[in-house]
């Protein structure tokens, strides 16, 4: 554990962030702020200003389509898992997840346990790379006031240093499951191209000893950066199983009473294009935004914690934080840390090697669609096969596009709050905002471009 002097909102303070008297009385402001590390993407943030009040703000991301719906098509399944593997640098797991679980369960395919087993221990692979870059790397230096992680190994090399050692355990494991620590090529449909042996697994159980340790010890570290008092009353979406935590299974349920399959995404959600951004946003049945994520998961589904994980929850006594307050997703995170390397030691442990490294299966035409929980969350994926067994058309849902509604509703709730401080201060705040969601834009360095218009007397 560390002992952390945190400056609580990079240095500003509760009386900083409190609404103040205009000091701009009568003018119209417009901010333009770039360069902003530490998202993946390219985008701005454009905050509409009449009389006083927020009235509109729009996260703008306007990188270049990538097509990969139109480069799956004419294409076997199989080569579809290597194909969207290639989406995402960060999380393709995710990608391979949701879309192998589509086809089989269009094809009948039933999997052996430990395939099913394997596969949770690789998402459990990509939760500890893809939680450690964020928490430590990523948000972290905004709540000690830093510009950068390299800026904070000055000051706190320790944090660092632990935050890159749970990384690479992460990445060692992706590597011995997948072939190597991005992009993997050895998830099949019916199973895997090559299963790894159970001396294998075995010998790497020592550095998910260490990862534990270290997870344990970040939920006291995320439990000490002080967030923002800032709270919304957010509707949560998260996929549920009652026996274990959610992955790879279960159903899609939401804070007020939703509850279907993960092919059903499309009956309860839908996709829509607004004209501020080259991504698709996504809405509920009644057309308004929900949140994915950590913070959905683990207040929905908290109860089927680890063990380890659910006792450093009930510890901490963040569970409403968490719900409520946007800048605790950063705790939420370092107990999805703890939950998947104990569910990973377990895993290994019990691992036996499946008789075959995939079962047969042979392809039929029909929609194979599915749902898994990216690191950052909920990943939908359908997929329409013709009558030769390859794909005709293709949809893919990432958990950013559908969280952007909450983001923008989220800063449109923040901003008031912030307005009036200096341009840096301000820019740092709305960009911390942002970054608690870890929005995955794409493998670009640079994200956030502000700027404010004011209509109307200040």
Sequence with gaps: MHEIDGGGFGGLGAETLAPAASRRAGKDLRFQVQNLTRVEGEGSLHLLVKDGAVAEA???????????????????????????????????????????????????????????????????????????????????????????????????????????????????????????????VSVRVGGWSRAPRRDELRAFRPELEEALRLAVATVEVALSLEPPAFEREPRLVALHHPGEYGMNDGRIVSSDGLALSPAAWGDAFHEVQVPWSNALQARGPDGLPYLLGPAARVVLDHEQLHPLARAALDRSGALESIRRNPYRSIVARAIELVHAAAEAIEIVDAYQSPSAPAVPWTPKPGVAAWATEAPRGLLFHRYEIGGDGLVAAAQIVPPTSQNQAAIEADIAAFAPRVLELPMEDATHALEQLIRSYDPCISCATHFLDLSVEREGPS
């Design 58 to 184: 729009r996260l703008q991301i306007f990188e270049a389509p990538r097509y990969f719906e139109a480069l799956v098509a004419g294409r076997t399944p199989d080569e579809v898992l290597d194909i969207v593997a290639r989406i995402c640098g960060i999380c393709p797991v995710a990608y391979q997840m949701s879309a192998v679980h589509a086809f089989e369960r269009l094809f009948g395919v039933e999997v052996e346990p430990a395939t099913r087993a394997l596969r949770r221990l690789l998402y459990c692979a990509e939760w500890i790379e893809s939680h450690a870059l964020h928490v430590y790397l990523l948000h972290a230096p905004d709540f000690l006031g830093y510009a950068s992680a390299v800026e904070m190994a000055r000051d706190h090399r320790a944090l660092v240093t632990d935050g890159l050692r749970l990384k690479q355990v992460g990445n060692r494991l992706l590597s011995i499951l997948g072939g190597r620590p991005i992009h993997p």
